[in-house]
């Protein structure tokens, strides 16, 4: 018969936000451990609440696995003498291990045979082991906010207020940050606050369901989100999926039971993105809508308890409810009180960055860039001045009661005060988009001014870090500006518009250079930079699909103008496939190995005396006419299947001419013809760096 | 039950748990924890255990009396429990019942909220503890004070009490909740959250106010360069206070803000500091 252990560590509330990665973590290193031990098991799970994290082991060994212990001697032919019989170095190996001499044994190890101590161990028995490495596992659970407390030293994510440790029905012993582990858990805090005995490890989950603990988060969300949409159907409503808000809900109690409330009517006149910012971050409530999609006058909430009888709960989540949105509501009319241009000028007093100026002078920055990009992307007038006029206005609803209380609204409330002031559509949902993409995965702006400003936001925040010495190193990246500057790059490329990284990274520097006194001048700033982006280039093209090495081939002879550089990527990509492009391969390292070193650049015709070598000539200056302008108007694969024209005549040229000749002038007029062939090869990628 | 009540619940049961019952300092703060029996008595190793009212007093979140829920200044209860013990949960659950609070017919929660405060270099990990949604207390196991490791560390607790007294009350404002028999926090407070609200961000000499923020931070230094920690500290907070009324006349700009946070804190460490040296000394 199998027996099972169980760990709990009981603690004063964890952070929701955290529980899930823990327990995961507790698995992985349970099990690593418990292998480094020789520990055999069935199956490991992982359980918890707020209140607590629970390995349980099941069909656990009672003993560890018997092991050899191999210890290596002297060679044999040192241990033996001619006669096999044993030398001192035997004896002494054999009484230093404490075993017979005529118990060693021979092994060979690549050709030599060495004699062996062999230490047979018994496995010992879990009640041995556990105590040992038990502290252990729990004292390597990492948390991002650790804490103290008490006179302990010991740090834990919250206190840690009790632990079970039971295999079978045994208490397996250990002590933890002063807490003595035992067989007593504890109920609900609120529905069965007492200690209760865990009988038998095996039956963990019982005893606590019967103790109004929920432990298994699988079960307790299903009736969690269960709860939630039996009582939205009650109600002629429907929730919508929300894995986020479920997941937190579900780690923030033990025992679920869903309540609904109601509020006033009226506040359905603020935009919907105000009211559920209001009950979701804030109250973690789920909002429930008719079967058209309109929001319902009504909230579900989880509370951690039994029942609400009389309405105790409901009544007083309905009241913190109505006080949010009567805030809200009164900010939002407040807010439409003023046109949103004439906030504009409060931004003088918003600092945009200590040492960099107000947002105010961001925003006019901005319009500076816009003017800037619009014309090298050879954008109409008309869309210019909706993206100018978008950059004036984009940063004028921080100063709105509505963002300065609900910041993540940012954008948003500009996009409805926008339009209430009566701004055009494009400039309005400009204002709405410009802070897209807001995560790694999250989608792009989806106007183009939208996109522009957006593109140029980013930028000026990217290079106003710079421009401070603030950028990110290792994990540390608290201005997310890696993700700003894959974000930038992703709407070039979106655009699909030529433009210098170095000019516009310039101009943005300048912008600020030309205002505030910077102590790092544009070299100072321009090398990170480059550094910094050279590596958000090479992800945006690993995410679009491209391979590492193409990419690194590619950005080898240059990466200043994105859109250009996917090209070249692409091109790369497709010749790679074709058979011709090992042959070329060939040939390009030949030429460029042995004309590396060469200095001129002078072809004389006069100086081209064998057959091969004129052919070769010839052969690329055709080559060289006929794909300038293929390479000028970014016909890259077109260029490269041309230039794959000139494998033949390398081959035979290589093949029929020699040429380290004697004769200087000829010579160096050869490494000069391969030296401008290599060149002409090295235009769209450096293909000795692709690995076929 | 009655504002006042609870504020004399809360007293006799935390003087029942061994605290000692404090007034509240008799300077303007912000906060509960910014009086010294928190703020210094936290550091250094000795137990301290003490309870007390605070009006903490925010000139920024005045609303002229006109909003249900925000005030200028409102109580606080402060509890400080140092080193944190064991059972600091369930002393602080009974003390809600001890107010009428039945705990299995609300909900309450305890949910993640990380305290800090860059002006005392101050910073914790705890709960804000929600009653039916509401967040009637702020839960904080001090790690840092004055830009020192607590050891032992100190559990503090926040009791808003009108939060507290109006779900309990079930009142919608502020100003409906019943003080005392016949007497409501109305009755008292809305003649001053009316007149500090026209003071705070209309009437207040900013240029009088600049210069006392000067003076009080050159007194605070010298204070602090005789070895009189209390007496610094006083000016200390009152630079603070100084602080938040220039803040809430709009007399700060955002680029100024920054230094002079940076001021106050200075003076904060600099009273931790002293504050640890003349324990260190007594010993």
């Known amino acids: 018969m199998s027996k099972d252990y169980l760990l709990e560590i009981g603690t004063e509330e964890m952070p929701a936000r955290f529980i899930p990665a823990t327990l995961n973590e507790l698995g992985i290193k349970a099990k690593e451990l418990f292998k480094i031990e020789m520990l055999t098991y069935r199956g490991i799970k992982t359980y918890g609440t707020p209140r607590r994290l629970a390995l349980q082991v099941k069909g656990l060994e009672g003993f560890q696995k018997d092991y050899q212990e191999e210890i290596k001697g002297p060679p044999h032919r040192i241990a033996y003498d001619d006669s096999g019989n044993p030398t001192k170095a035997a004896l002494g190996f054999a009484r230093k291990q404490g075993i017979d001499v005529k118990d060693l044994e021979s092994v060979d190890i690549d050709g030599t045979t060495y004699v062996y101590a062999i230490h047979k161990k018994k496995g010992e028995p879990v009640e041995k082991v556990l105590p040992r490495i038990l502290p252990d596992l729990i004292k390597s659970l990492e948390f991002a906010k650790p804490m103290r407390w008490g006179d302990k030293e010991t740090r834990f994510v919250r206190p840690i207020r009790w632990i079970v440790s039971v295999y079978d029905s045994e208490i397996i012993h250990f002590t933890y940050a002063g807490v003595e582990a035992g067989n007593l858990t504890k109920g609900h805090r609120f529905l069965a606050n007492k200690e209760v005995e865990v009988t038998n490890a095996s039956r963990y989950l019982e005893i606590l369901e019967s103790r109004k603990v929920i432990v298994d988060q699988d079960k307790r969300r299903e009736l969690v989100w269960q709860g939630i949409e039996e009582l939205a159907s009650k109600n002629k409503g429907l929730v919508k999926d929300d894995k986020d808000l479920l997941e937190e809900v579900n780690y923030l109690l033990e025992y679920p039971t869903a309540i609904c409330g109601d509020f006033d009517e009226e506040y359905l006149k603020l935009p919907e993105e105000v009211l559920v910012t209001s009950m979701r971050e804030h109250q973690k409530y789920f909002p429930i809508y008719n079967d058209e999609g309109r929001m319902l006058p009504k909230f579900i909430t989880v509370r951690n308890g039994m029942g609400d009888p009389m309405g105790i709960v409901r009544q007083g989540n309905e009241r913190v409810l109505q006080a949010r949105l009567a805030d809200a509501d009164f900010f939002y009319s407040e807010d439409l009180k003023s046109s949103l241009s004439s906030r504009v000028n409060h931004l003088k007093n918003v600092v945009f960055q200590e040492g960099l100026g107000s947002v105010f002078d961001k925003c006019q920055r901005l319009q500076n860039m816009i003017t800037f990009i619009s014309e090298t992307f050879d954008m109409d007038r008309a869309f210019m001045e909706d993206a100018r006029r978008a950059a004036y206005l984009c940063k004028a609803d921080l100063t709105t009661n509505m963002v300065i209380e609900f910041p993540e609204l940012q954008g948003l409330m500009g996009y409805y005060y926008a339009r209430h002031s009566g701004e055009r559509e494009s400039v309005s949902r400009a204002i709405k988009e410009h802070y897209m993409p807001r995560f790694s995965e999250d ?180 080559v060289d006419g006929l794909t300038e302008e293929m390479l000028r108007t970014g016909d890259y694969l077109g260029a490269l299947r041309r230039i794959a024209d000139l494998s033949r005549p390398i081959d035979n040229f290589f093949d029929d001419v020699m040429i380290m000749v004697k004769d200087e002038k000829i010579r160096n007029n050869r490494l000069a013809l391969l030296k401008a062939i290599s060149s002409l090869m090295s235009s769209i990628g450096d293909l000795s760096k692709i690995m076929s | 039950m009655y504002f006042q009540e609870i504020i004399l619940e809360l007293s006799k049961f935390w003087a029942e748990q061994g605290c000692v019952i404090l007034q509240p300092h008799d300077i303007e703060i912000g906060a509960g924890t910014m009086n010294p029996a928190t703020f210094l008595r936290v550091l250094g190793p000795e137990p301290w255990n003490a309870a007390y009212v605070e009006p903490s007093k925010r000139p920024a979140d005045g609303r002229y009396g006109d909003n249900p829920n925000r005030l200028q200044q409102h109580y606080q209860f402060q509890v400080i429990l140092k080193p944190s013990p064991d059972r600091v949960q369930d002393l602080y659950l009974q003390s809600l019942q001890r107010i009428g609070i039945n705990l299995q017919e609300h909900d309450i929660r305890f949910v993640e909220d990380n305290w800090e405060s860059p002006t005392l270099g101050a910073w914790g990990l705890g709960w804000e503890v929600w009653l039916d949604g509401m967040e009637i207390t702020q839960f904080t196991y001090f790690q840092q004070c004055g830009g020192f490791d607590c050891k032992p560390v100190s559990a503090e607790i926040t009791y808003g009490l009108e939060r507290i007294a109006s779900s309990i009350q079930k009142k919608e404002s502020v100003y409906d909740i019943q003080w005392a028999p016949k007497i409501s926090y109305g009755d008292i407070h809305h003649l001053t959250e009316v007149e500090y609200s026209i003071y705070n961000f209309e009437t207040a000499a900013t240029d009088m106010l600049f210069d006392l923020f000067n003076m009080y931070e ?66």
């Open chain 1, 443 to 622: 989608k792009l702006p989806a106007s183009d001014v939208g996109k522009l400003l957006s593109m140029v936001d980013k930028l000026d925040n990217i290079i106003g870090c710079f421009s401070l010495g603030i950028q990110p190193t290792g994990s540390q990246d608290p201005y997310a500006l890696r993700r700003q500057a894959l974000g930038f790059c992703k709407l070039i490329l979106d655009f699909n518009k030529n433009l210098s990284f170095e000019d516009m990274w310039k101009h943005s520097y300048m912008e600020f250079s030309d205002n505030v006194e910077l102590e790092l001048t544009w070299e100072d700033v321009n090398k990170p930079l480059s550094e910094f982006f050279h590596q958000r280039v090479v992800n945006v093209l690993e995410d679009e699909g491209y391979r590492h090495d193409i990419i690194q081939a590619a950005m080898s002879v240059g990466w200043g103008d994105l859109v250009d550089l996917r090209k070249r990527v692409k091109a790369l990509k497709e010749f790679e496939k074709n058979r011709s492009f090992n042959v070329l391969l060939t040939g390009f390292n030949r030429a460029s190995n042995l004309s590396q070193g060469y200095r001129g650049d002078e072809i004389r015709k006069d100086l081209l005396v064998e057959d091969s070598e004129k052919e070769l000539y010839n052969s690329f200056i055709e």
């Open chain 2, 218 to 283: 050159k007194e605070c230094l010298h204070i602090s360069g005789r070895g009189l920690v209390h007496p610094a500290y006083d000016y200390c907070l009152k630079c603070s206070h100084t602080f938040n009324l220039l803040e809430a006349r709009g007399a700060i700009s955002v680029t100024e803000r920054t230094s002079y946070i940076t001021r106050v804190r200075h003076l904060a460490h600099l009273c931790a500091k002293n504050y640890i040296k003349t324990k260190e000394e007594q010993v």
